[in-house]
C-alpha cells in the first residue's frame, strides 16, 4: 500500500471533510489510540488493572492501618447501608446531606482538632473543589512540584495564576509570594498549596515554616493530609505542628487511605472556619455538582475514626521503622531507598524497565510493590514505593522487603 492509500493514524492525518460518517471518526480515532498506546509500550508505560492475587503480602495500598477489612467496619458500612440507602442519591444541596454526613463531619473535625469539615466523595473532588473555590483571576496558587494530580488539575481548573515551585524551595515560595503582592497590592489572595507527606518519595513539607511564611505575606496555605491522617502520632501532621487553630490553613484529607473507607474531606480552623465551610458549600463544584458520598462509605469512616488510635498508628510506625532498617541496611536498596516520613519508602530504579520488571517479578512471586514511572513521577525517575501497613507481620514484612531487594538486583540492570 502507498503512503497515499495507507489510512489515517492521527486525528490530524484526516483531510478536513473528507470520508465525513460514523466509521470514519471511529476507524480515525481507533488509529490515534493505538498510536498512543505504542508510544506508552516503548516507553514501559503501559499499565494493568489486574486485581491482587489472593495471599499476596500488600506492599503497594494506602491501606495503612489495615482497616478495609476489618470485621467492625463492614458491619458499620451494612448499617449506614440500612438506615440511609447504598447510594447518596442527589447531591449534597438537594437530598444526598444523609444525617452520617453531618455526623461524620463532625467526628473528622474533632479528629483532627479543627472546628469544621465537608466531606466530598472522594480526596480528588476535595483537592479540586477547595482549588476551585479560591477564585479565579487574580488569585495565586503557588504549587509544590511534587503536587499530587488532584491539586494540579484543581489548580488548573481554578482559573487562577498558578506557580510551581522546586520541590521543598521555601525560597521560591517566598519570591513568588512577594511579586505577588508587589504587582497586585496587599490584599491580593494567595494560597500555597502542599502534601503533609508527599505521594512519590515520601518526605514531608515543614509545615510550621511554611505556614509562617504565608502568614506574613497574607496567604492561605492548603495542605493535603493524604497520607497523614489517621497515619501520624496525633492523626493529624498538621495537629501535630500545633497548627488547628490556624485559621489560614486549609486541610484536605481522604478516607480512602489509612481510614479504609472512600470518600474525601476539607478541614477547617480558626474563627473564619463556619465561614469557608459555607463558601465551599456554596462554590465548590465538586460538592455541588457531584453525588453525595455514599453513606455505607461515610458510615465506615466513622468507624474507621474510633479505630484509628494510637496504639494502632504507633504499630504502623513500629513496622515503618522496620522496613526502613531492612532497606537502608540492605547492599541492594542501602544507596536507592528515601526516608520516607511515615509509612512511605520509594526505592529509585535505574530504569522504567527495571522498574516494570520488577513489579512483575515480584507481582508473581506474591509481593505487591507500586510501581511508580515517567510520566506520573515528577522528577522522571523511576521507582518502586513500598507502603507499610500497621497489620503487617513483622517476619513476613522483613522476608518480603528481602525479596524486593534480590529482585532488584536481579532485574533493574
Ligand atoms: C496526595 C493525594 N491527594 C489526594 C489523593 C486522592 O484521594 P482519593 O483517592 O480519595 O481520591 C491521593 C491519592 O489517591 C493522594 O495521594
Not at 498506546?37 to 495471599?55: K, M, N, Q, S, Y
Not at 495564576?161 to 520541590?167: C, D, I, L, S, Y
Request: aromatic share 2%.
Amino acid at each position: 500500500m502507498s503512503t497515499a492509500e495507507a489510512p489515517p493514524t492521527t486525528c490530524q492525518d484526516m483531510p478536513e471533510g473528507a470520508g465525513a460518517g460514523p466509521r470514519d471518526a471511529a476507524d480515525a480515532w481507533q488509529g490515534w489510540v493505538g498510536s498512543r498506546a505504542r508510544v506508552r509500550r516503548a516507553r514501559d508505560g503501559e499499565r494493568t488493572d489486574r486485581p491482587l492475587p489472593p495471599g499476596s503480602v500488600d506492599l503497594a495500598s494506602n491501606d495503612y492501618l489495615g482497616l478495609s477489612r476489618d470485621p467492625s467496619m463492614a458491619r458499620a458500612a451494612a448499617r449506614a447501608a440500612r438506615t440511609h440507602g447504598t447510594g447518596a442519591g442527589a447531591s449534597r444541596v438537594v437530598t444526598g446531606t444523609h444525617p452520617v454526613l453531618p455526623a461524620l463531619e463532625q467526628d473528622l473535625a474533632r479528629y483532627a482538632g479543627r472546628r469544621e469539615a465537608l466531606v466530598f466523595s472522594s480526596g480528588y473532588a476535595a483537592n479540586q473543589g477547595l482549588l476551585g473555590a479560591l477564585g479565579g483571576s487574580g488569585t495565586l496558587l503557588v504549587l509544590d512540584a511534587h503536587a499530587h494530580a488532584s491539586l494540579i488539575d484543581g489548580a488548573r481548573l481554578s482559573r487562577a495564576e498558578v506557580r510551581t515551585t522546586a520541590h521543598g524551595d521555601l525560597a521560591e515560595v517566598e519570591v513568588a509570594l512577594r511579586e505577588h503582592r508587589r504587582r497586585n497590592g496587599v490584599r491580593a489572595r494567595a494560597a500555597v498549596v502542599v502534601e503533609s507527606v508527599y505521594s512519590v518519595l515520601g518526605d514531608t513539607a515543614p509545615l510550621t515554616e511554611t505556614a509562617r511564611l504565608c502568614a506574613e505575606h497574607g496567604a492561605l496555605l492548603v495542605v493535603d493530609e493524604a497520607h497523614t491522617l489517621a497515619a501520624v502520632p496525633g492523626g493529624s501532621a498538621v495537629r501535630a505542628e500545633g497548627l488547628s487553630d490556624a485559621g489560614h490553613v486549609l486541610v484536605t484529607a481522604t478516607l480512602s487511605k489509612a481510614l479504609g473507607a472512600q470518600g474525601g474531606a476539607v478541614l477547617l480552623g480558626g474563627e473564619g472556619a463556619g465561614a469557608w465551610r459555607d463558601h465551599l458549600l456554596n462554590t465548590a463544584r465538586t460538592f455541588l455538582f457531584d453525588t453525595a458520598l455514599a453513606p455505607p462509605a461515610a458510615g465506615a469512616a466513622r468507624r474507621a475514626l474510633a479505630l484509628a488510635d494510637e496504639r494502632r498508628i504507633g504499630r504502623l510506625i513500629a513496622n515503618a521503622e522496620v522496613a526502613h532498617r531492612v532497606l537502608a541496611g540492605h547492599p541492594v536498596t542501602a544507596d536507592r531507598v528515601e526516608r520516607g516520613a511515615g509509612a512511605v519508602h520509594s526505592v529509585r530504579m535505574r530504569s522504567p524497565g527495571g522498574a516494570v520488571r520488577s513489579a512483575e517479578v515480584l507481582r508473581a512471586r506474591g509481593i505487591a510493590v507500586g510501581c511508580f514511572r515517567p510520566p506520573s513521577v515528577p522528577d522522571g525517575i523511576a521507582r518502586l514505593r513500598i507502603t507499610i501497613h500497621a497489620d503487617h507481620d513483622r517476619r513476613r514484612l522483613t522476608r518480603a522487603l528481602e525479596t524486593v531487594a534480590e529482585t532488584i538486583n536481579r532485574e533493574d540492570t
